[in-house]
């Protein structure tokens, strides 16, 4: 039941919305927690050898901008990256249960530059990774 209720939970419509659309790139956006307070930072998990430039990019854009931990990009069997059609990345922002992180979150600004972060993530991503046939 615990596995069946995960998939039920991670096969959200905006991942069957984008694997029906072709969509070219999938990035779910959370807020981490843990039991205690001890863990804090932000991470991208992706599940497959094609997740990994755009974890890297949108890693690598959001360590530029953020006071939290990196804890880079981890391999994960997240369902839905897994089971998304295209490049997939889930960002874990910062975590709720972490006094620091939590007063981050709480700032507009800083959640400001998680949205910067991210879409830059893309943008760049998207520039070095262009879709066959398109215009430069």
Same mark, same amino acid.
């Given at each position: 039941?615990?596995? /069946?209720?995960?998939?039920?939970?991670? #096969?959200?419509?905006?991942?069957?919305?984008? $694997?029906?659309?072709?969509?070219? =790139?999938?990035?779910?956006?959370?807020?981490?927690?843990?039991? $205690?307070?001890?863990?804090?930072?932000?991470?991208?998990?992706?599940?497959?050898?094609? +997740?990994?430039? !755009?974890?890297?990019?949108? /890693?690598? $854009? !959001?360590? #530029?901008? !953020?006071?939290?931990? #990196? +804890?880079?990009?981890?391999?994960?069997?997240?369902?839905?990256? !897994?089971?998304?059609? =295209?490049?997939?990345?889930?960002? /874990?922002?910062?975590?709720?249960?972490?006094?620091?992180?939590?007063?981050?979150?709480?700032?507009? #600004?800083?959640?400001?530059?998680?949205? /910067?972060?991210?879409?830059?993530?893309? +943008?760049?991503?998207?520039?070095?990774?262009?879709?066959?046939?398109?215009?430069?």
């Amino acid at each position: 039941l615990g596995l /069946e209720l995960a998939q039920h939970l991670a #096969d959200r419509p905006a991942r069957r919305r984008a $694997n029906h659309a072709g969509a070219r =790139m999938f990035v779910s956006i959370h807020v981490n927690s843990f039991i $205690n307070s001890g863990p804090r930072g932000t991470t991208e998990y992706y599940s497959k050898p094609s +997740d990994v430039p !755009l974890a890297l990019s949108v /890693e690598r $854009n !959001l360590s #530029d901008l !953020l006071n939290t931990k #990196d +804890d880079g990009i981890v391999k994960s069997k997240l369902y839905v990256t !897994l089971h998304s059609n =295209m490049p997939a990345v889930l960002v /874990e922002t910062a975590f709720l249960s972490n006094p620091d992180d939590f007063g981050k979150l709480t700032s507009p #600004d800083w959640r400001q530059k998680v949205a /910067e972060g991210i879409a830059n993530g893309i +943008d760049r991503y998207a520039a070095q990774y262009p879709v066959s046939g398109s215009a430069q």
